[in-house]
């Protein structure tokens, strides 16, 4: 290090002759400048080799942390979010983006708990609903590809479909009245055999099952309609929905420890969170089920890391054209035209005015988040594999990274209440 900066002192001292007195005075400022910069890498080392303890953090080894705060603000923000997360007995990995850049990214807990294996950034986690994004774009590859059109109806493309009327539009915004497969695979499927998306379509033909509601009448959050569009996805690509999702959308970004957990064609994975419920002091480990053969409503295991580059190549449109992505992210409607809080494959919100495309995920011990706030270009990433709720944590982490923002609101919020009651004083109208 000093070494470093003896060079970069000399080099300064010599170009002085050529540019004067200033920048042999600025040399100063840009030495103070190295030692604080490289300060912090060697904390940053500090905190990595900390990471490496039983149930401890890790830093991020493929993504850049870049210094979107600095000082006693980054401070405040990386021990907030740390002691939030470390009172709530968080088990998982977390990255938090603004602006464009991470500034989060650890890991506290186990990925196995009988082995005492640690978390760490490529642990790949169950996404479980969080994969719908993924169905919903591969469905959207296969429309801009003019394979389809989505108003187009599903029996167009599958003709065994039981139900003429149902479009691919919704299966996409949950507004089919498709009713629940999993559901009718624990009472009407005996084979040992394990059950494919296939095979849950035989079910739904035999069985007759009629729609909660007509088509697009309201929405009704289906599982059912997303284990379609992975069949829609075969059918029409003729490839297997993992192959397709792995080839089209995975290995273009560089999600490289991302795939689709087929388990009809298992692959061994060795560093994979497993799935868990709190049973008394002791974690037990919740296996694959039957319901676990049918996928596009869940099945892709993804890391914090991949999930940042799935983000990024949204918000890039590296897949989609700019303006089929953003219909993606538009409030579906209903035959009454009134909207629905859901696109085509996301869930839609706003927070503090600003616009919020995002999916929870749950299942078999795994509880996700992949929240993105597009207006500011801001993201939150949590993974558990321990069967707790995250979505009240991640509410509690959009305020501290908003910390300023919500600051801001409640002090106009505030002063527009004193305005009021100090005009209803002047006008003779204070309710005593």
Same mark, same amino acid.
């Given at each position: 290090?000093?070494?470093?900066?003896?060079?970069?002192?000399?080099?300064?001292?010599?170009?002085?002759?050529?540019?004067?007195?200033?920048?042999?005075?600025?040399?100063?400022?840009?030495?103070?400048?190295?030692?604080?910069?490289?300060?912090?890498?060697?904390?940053?080392?500090?905190?990595?080799?900390?990471?490496?303890?039983?149930?401890?953090?890790?830093?991020?080894?493929?993504?850049?942390?870049?210094?979107?705060?600095?000082?006693?603000?980054?401070?405040?923000?990386?021990?907030?979010?740390?002691?939030?997360?470390?009172?709530?007995?968080?088990?998982?990995?977390?990255?938090?983006?603004?602006?464009?850049?991470?500034?989060?990214?650890?890991?506290?807990?186990?990925?196995?708990?009988?082995?005492?294996?640690?978390?760490?950034?490529?642990?790949?986690?169950?996404?479980?609903?969080?994969?719908?994004?993924?169905?919903?774009?591969?469905?959207?590859?296969?429309?801009?590809?003019?394979?389809?059109?989505?108003?187009?109806?599903?029996?167009?493309?599958?003709?065994?479909?039981?139900?003429?009327?149902?479009?691919?539009?919704?299966?996409?915004?949950?507004?089919?009245?498709?009713?629940?497969?999993?559901?009718?695979?624990?009472?009407?499927?005996?084979?040992? #055999?394990?059950? !494919?998306?296939?095979?849950?379509? *035989? +079910?739904?033909?035999?069985?007759?099952?009629? @729609?909660?509601?007509? =088509? %697009?009448?309201?929405?009704?959050?289906?599982?059912?309609?997303?284990?379609?569009?992975?069949?829609?996805?075969?059918?029409?690509?003729?490839?297997?929905?993992?192959?397709?999702?792995?080839?089209?959308?995975?290995?273009?970004?560089?999600?490289?420890?991302?795939?689709?957990?087929?388990?009809?064609?298992?692959?061994?994975?060795?560093?994979?969170?497993?799935?868990?419920?709190?049973?008394?002091?002791?974690?037990?480990?919740?296996?694959?089920?039957?319901?676990?053969?049918?996928?596009?409503?869940?099945?892709?295991?993804?890391?914090?890391?991949?999930?940042?580059?799935?983000?990024?190549?949204?918000?890039?449109?590296?897949?989609?054209?700019?303006?089929?992505?953003?219909?993606?992210?538009?409030?579906?409607?209903?035959?009454?035209? #009134?909207?629905? !809080?859901?696109?085509?494959?996301? *869930? +839609?919100?706003?927070?503090?005015?600003?616009? @919020?495309?995002?999916? =929870? %995920?749950?299942?078999?011990?795994?509880?996700?988040?992949?929240?993105?706030?597009?207006?500011?270009?801001?993201?939150?990433?949590?993974?558990?594999?321990?069967?707790?709720?995250?979505?009240?944590?991640?509410?509690?982490?959009?305020?501290?990274?908003?910390?300023?923002?919500?600051?801001?609101?409640?002090?106009?919020?505030?002063?527009?209440?004193?305005?009021?009651?100090?005009?209803?004083?002047?006008?003779?109208?204070?309710?005593?």
């Amino acid at each position: 290090m000093f070494s470093l900066l003896r060079f970069v002192g000399m080099l300064l001292k010599k170009l002085n002759s050529f540019f004067g007195r200033a920048l042999y005075c600025g040399r100063y400022y840009l030495l103070a400048f190295l030692f604080f910069l490289l300060g912090s890498l060697s904390l940053n080392d500090k905190k990595s080799v900390e990471g490496q303890d039983v149930g401890g953090y890790s830093a991020m080894q493929e993504i850049e942390v870049v210094p979107v705060f600095f000082g006693e603000e980054a401070r405040y923000f990386d021990d907030r979010i740390t002691k939030l997360l470390e009172d709530r007995g968080f088990n998982g990995n977390v990255l938090i983006a603004r602006h464009g850049a991470v500034f989060y990214n650890r890991s506290f807990g186990y990925g196995d708990f009988g082995s005492s294996e640690a978390l760490n950034d490529s642990t790949a986690f169950q996404v479980a609903s969080i994969g719908k994004t993924f169905t919903a774009t591969a469905v959207l590859l296969l429309h801009h590809r003019g394979y389809f059109e989505l108003d187009d109806p599903v029996v167009n493309y599958i003709p065994e479909f039981p139900y003429p009327n149902m479009t691919i539009r919704h299966l996409l915004t949950h507004t089919s009245g498709l009713q629940n497969y999993m559901w009718l695979i624990e009472n009407r499927w005996h084979s040992t #055999r394990l059950p !494919n998306n296939e095979d849950m379509l *035989r +079910l739904f033909v035999r069985h007759k099952l009629p @729609v909660n509601f007509q =088509p %697009g009448h309201r929405f009704d959050y289906s599982n059912t309609g997303y284990a379609f569009l992975a069949l829609l996805i075969e059918r029409v690509s003729r490839k297997s929905f993992a192959e397709f999702i792995e080839k089209e959308i995975f290995e273009p970004i560089g999600m490289q420890h991302s795939f689709v957990n087929d388990l009809h064609d298992p692959r061994q994975v060795e560093n994979v969170a497993h799935g868990y419920r709190r049973f008394r002091n002791s974690y037990i480990r919740i296996p694959n089920n039957y319901i676990d053969g049918v996928l596009g409503d869940k099945g892709i295991y993804s890391t914090a890391i991949d999930l940042y580059k799935w983000d990024r190549a949204l918000y890039n449109n590296t897949l989609l054209p700019e303006s089929l992505q953003r219909e993606a992210f538009e409030y579906a409607r209903l035959n009454n035209n #009134r909207t629905v !809080n859901y696109g085509l494959g996301w *869930r +839609l919100q706003t927070f503090l005015d600003k616009k @919020v495309v995002h999916h =929870p %995920g749950r299942w078999n011990g795994y509880r996700t988040s992949f929240k993105r706030f597009i207006d500011d270009h801001t993201t939150i990433i949590v993974l558990s594999n321990t069967n707790r709720d995250v979505l009240r944590l991640v509410d509690e982490l959009q305020l501290i990274v908003f910390r300023d923002e919500v600051k801001r609101m409640t002090a106009e919020n505030d002063a527009l209440t004193e305005e009021y009651h100090d005009s209803e004083i002047l006008s003779g109208g204070f309710v005593r």
